[in-house]
């Protein structure tokens, strides 16, 4: 792969958008880079979190890739939209939570890629924006649909409408961003985080996440319905036995993940 780099820190994948050259901006290649990234995470049966960054010091992903854009026909841009909204709902609904680690600019389908996290942890060099409509075009990464559930209806419309910068401050103020580190220090903040959601029962993360994300969006009662369904569901595993056996007799609790 030749715009994504893959590596795995025992039970957490980090994978970080690689054309530093260009501030990461997501080109063609780079878009089948992180396809090909993606099926390996998905059958990786071993991994329990993803962590997502950019390389170099300037940029998580400056957007796509405005050169090649400029040249795309609408059918291109169709293919390319749809391709880049495949990724990011494929990481959206990935059973195992991603953090995105927002070491720089995340701007137009950088700050969508960041939404498609679960969550997101940012340097204070970080600044987020969806530019778009200062070149003619709107956010085709999900932008429309996923940065209000961050940081509700009125901020991301005024973020999309003026296509104005944010720095991490202002981020963390709106709820975009959960946490806002010293910029050496971002990568080991997001892998501690990382390593203790590792610990958990992999299963019930994976609930969780799923009840999250399906019930966001129906009325309460439906969402309820999915957490019964999903936490009883839990009962047929053997990490129940071993999480509340663990807590009886006051050792440590290995979950399996079965
Ligand atoms: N695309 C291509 N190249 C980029 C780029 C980008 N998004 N951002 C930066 N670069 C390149 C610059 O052209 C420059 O290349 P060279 O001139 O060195 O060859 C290099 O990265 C370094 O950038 P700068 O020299 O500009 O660095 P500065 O520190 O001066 O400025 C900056 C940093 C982030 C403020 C600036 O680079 C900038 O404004 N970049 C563009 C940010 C932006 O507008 N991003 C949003 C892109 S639009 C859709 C699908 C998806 C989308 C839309 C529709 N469908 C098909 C419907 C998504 C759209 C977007 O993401």
Avoid: H, W
Wanted: charged share 25%; hydrophobic share 45%.
């Amino acid at each position: 792969m030749e715009n994504i780099i893959y590596e795995k820190i025992e039970l957490v994948g980090v994978l970080q958008v690689n054309r530093p050259k260009a501030l990461n901006a997501l080109n063609v290649q780079t878009i089948i880079d992180f396809e090909k990234a993606l099926d390996k995470i998905e059958q990786d049966r071993e991994l329990r979190c993803l962590v997502i960054t950019g390389s170099g010091d300037k940029a998580f992903v400056a957007g796509a890739d405005i050169v090649e854009m400029s040249k795309m026909t609408s059918i291109q841009a169709k293919e390319f939209s749809q391709k880049g909204q495949g990724i990011f709902r494929r990481l959206e609904i990935l059973r195992i939570p991603v953090i995105a680690a927002v070491n720089g600019y995340a701007l137009g389908g950088g700050c969508e890629l960041a939404c498609a996290c679960d969550f997101i942890y940012a340097s204070e060099k970080a600044k987020f924006g969806q530019p778009e409509v200062a070149l003619g075009l709107m956010p085709g990464f999900g932008g429309t649909q996923r940065l209000a559930r961050f940081v509700g209806l009125a901020n991301a419309r005024e973020l999309i409408y003026t296509g104005r910068q944010i720095n991490a401050q202002e981020a963390l103020r709106i709820g975009l961003v959960n946490k806002v580190c010293e910029p050496e220090k971002l990568m080991n903040e997001v892998l501690e985080c990382a390593k203790i959601i590792s610990k958990q029962a992999p299963l019930a993360v994976a609930a969780s996440k799923e009840a999250i994300n399906d019930g966001f969006d129906v009325a309460i009662d439906k969402g309820l319905g999915f957490e019964v369904d999903l936490f009883s569901d839990l009962f047929e595993s053997e990490d129940v036995k071993i999480g509340t056996k663990a807590f009886i007799e006051k050792t440590p609790a290995k979950f399996i993940g079965e």
